[in-house]
């Protein structure tokens, strides 16, 4: 069965800085899309940080642009979210996704995690 695995989340000072990690097993097709969204409460689920495979090209949201970076493992299907200079408006449950996403833009497969709190307060 597909599972996707997140960790890393806790609590952490403002400027401080936290690694999130995200485990996919169980596909039976490669995944080409991987990203990281989150969701405060009253608040959207809204993405954060997107990267493709092959070729690893990433995007990401304004607010964290400069300060968050995402990286993968393809052979892990592993996808990782270095988290620096942590401001409280980055609190919220991060949830991992992931897709394969076809040529004509059709989403083959998507599947998400059951997220991980990240609290940045002092």
């Known amino acids: 069965q597909v599972q996707l695995v997140e960790s890393g989340g806790g609590l952490v000072q403002p400027g401080g800085s936290l690694r999130l990690s995200c485990a996919a097993s169980?596909?039976?097709?490669?995944?080409?899309?991987m990203s990281w969204h989150r969701q405060a409460p009253g608040k959207e689920r809204e993405l954060v940080a997107h990267i493709r495979s092959p070729g690893g090209s990433t995007n990401y949201a304004d607010s964290v642009k400069g300060r968050f970076t995402i990286s993968r493992d393809n052979a892990k299907n592993t996808v990782f979210l270095q988290m620096n200079s942590l401001k409280p408006e980055d609190t919220g449950v991060y949830y991992c996704?992931?897709?394969?996403?076809?040529?004509?833009?059709?989403?083959?497969?998507?599947?998400w995690g059951q997220g991980t709190q990240v609290t940045v307060s002092s």
């Open positions: 996704n992931v897709r394969r996403v076809l040529s004509n833009g059709v989403v083959f497969t998507d599947y």
């Open positions: 169980g596909f039976t097709a490669s995944i080409n899309s």
